[in-house]
């Protein structure tokens, strides 16, 4: 190469190389990311939202279910009028075959910590479907089974009546099986306020939606007091219903329940006691419902339950429940039928978060055949 050439050449290149330099300096910094961190101030699985202070936790499951039922339907006169047959049997589920179902769930929970206390807001997604429903052969509809929020104590949204579940655990359902047995369960539009905390004295009160449609402006009421101690936990619950049928009748329900912890032998023992005024929402409900076309209220109701952990991964539990004189349908007017339903659950955990439940239920008006349902399911938490 010439010595003019080369000279030429180099000075291109150095003109160019210069050039990139001064382009690439002139590119801006990239903006600090927020990474995600591990959140432990409320248990495992809360991670704070880049940013922020605000924790969420994303959790749920996956269940499928095989079960199957004795009952054959109820015999109904010319007029349409019950007289006799199977009692309705406690999972709902359809006669002559096996009934299969699918639910996933997810449950999505932030929290933060404010100055006026915690702030919260819990919503929960789900979808059913099966042949006990119409539609087997379509995909599940998704709906929102809750939403809620709270700061510190106040609690407001759409979620369990507060009747049939409360924020503190060893209040909520009936048995210790998955169904629970019949303890009034429900979802309710309300706004209550919650004090206490899991040791000493708790309480809940609450004023829920009595689903008039806009037909009046007082709504239904349920309150809670309990104690809770490392042996267990007593409560009582008293509800009153604004209005529960055409004439405008009012009535009231109320509960005794105590839970006994034996530690030492991995056991835990169960009482409650209802009573119901009326064929309201504040009972327990009942299979009688499917006979007499109510909410199936019995006046006076008792259950006792228990359950086993005989291992880490396998427990079991059983429980029995008696209903003294069902109600009319939305009335006062009394029966003289007497009732009783039992269940009974295991549970095997073969690794972690899947689970094998299986469970059986017995339910009986009296008049009426008895009806036996059973299921085994299968669940993937996470």
Excluded at 68 to 80: E, H, K, Q
Aim: hydrophobic share 40%.
């Amino acid at each position: 190469m010439k010595p003019k050439t080369l000279l030429f050449g180099s000075a291109i290149a150095f003109a160019a190389t210069s050039a990139y330099a001064a382009d690439a300096s002139a590119v801006p910094e990239p903006e600090p990311v927020g990474y995600v961190r591990v959140c432990d101030a409320y248990g495992m699985g809360f991670f704070y939202i880049p940013d922020t202070e605000t924790c969420v936790r994303v959790s749920g499951y996956i269940w499928y279910q095989i079960g199957a039922t004795n009952d054959d339907g109820l015999v109904v006169d010319a007029d349409g009028n019950v007289i006799g047959g199977d009692t309705p049997n406690y999972q709902g589920f359809l006669p002559g075959g096996w009934n299969k179902s699918t639910r996933p769930r997810v449950n999505i929970d932030a929290r933060s910590e404010t100055e006026w206390g915690r702030l919260r807001a819990f919503v929960r997604f789900q979808a059913d479907w099966g042949n006990e429903l119409p539609g087997a052969f379509a995909d599940g509809p998704v709906s929102t089974d809750q939403a809620w929020l709270s700061l510190g104590g106040l609690r407001m949204g759409y979620t369990e009546s507060a009747w049939a579940e409360t924020i503190f655990d060893v209040t909520n359902g009936g048995s210790f099986s998955d169904g629970q047995l019949w303890y009034g369960d429900q979802e309710r539009h309300l706004i209550q306020y919650n004090f206490g905390a899991d040791r000493g004295v708790f309480g809940v009160v609450s004023l829920e939606d009595d689903a008039l449609e806009g037909r009046g402006f007082i709504p239904d009421a349920a309150g809670l007091i309990g104690y809770q101690a490392e042996w267990g936990a007593v409560w009582g619950r008293l509800a009153y219903d604004e209005s529960y049928n055409e004439f405008d009748d009012s009535g009231f329900g109320a509960e005794l329940g105590a839970q006994i912890n034996l530690t030492r032998i991995g056991g835990e023992i169960r009482l409650m006691g209802w009573y119901a005024d009326a064929d309201h929402m504040y009972g327990t409900q009942s299979s009688y419902a499917g006979i007499s076309g109510g909410s199936g209220n019995a006046e006076w109701s008792v259950l006792a339950a228990y359950n086993q952990v005989f291992t880490p991964k396998f427990s079991a539990s059983t429980g029995f429940q008696y209903f003294n004189d069902f109600y009319e349908a939305l009335s006062d007017e009394k029966t003289g039928l007497n009732g009783y339903s039992a269940d009974l659950s295991f549970v095997w955990l073969p690794v972690d978060d899947f689970e094998v439940r299986a469970e059986a239920n017995y339910d009986k008006v009296d008049t009426f055949d008895g009806s036996v349902a059973a299921f085994l399911r299968f669940t993937r938490f996470f």
